[in-house]
């Protein structure tokens, strides 16, 4: 429980701070994924993501099982969450 905390705090620190950085630059773009799918929902572009999904970020990259994120706004990511820092 504590470990999942943890890597909680340290996802939403990094979605922020990617946040952040998306309005001057690319901070968190996905590089690949198995199936992707894009969908008009609420007034703006939604996408769903399946299947060996990474995405890089200005210090390293971010691996999961599936996410849904919208660009500049929020991630949601799901399974297996890594985190690879290069500093």
Do not use: P
């Amino acid at each position: 429980m504590r470990r999942n905390r943890a890597i909680v705090t340290a996802i939403l620190f990094l979605l922020a701070a990617a946040g952040a950085a998306a309005q001057n630059r690319q901070g968190f773009v996905l590089e690949r994924s198995n199936q992707l799918e894009v969908v008009w929902e609420n007034e703006r572009y939604v996408t769903y993501v399946d299947g060996e999904v990474k995405f890089r970020t200005e210090t390293g990259a971010v691996y999961c099982d599936s996410a849904t994120f919208v660009r500049g706004e929020y991630a949601k990511l799901r399974g297996r969450v890594l985190i690879e820092h290069r500093g």
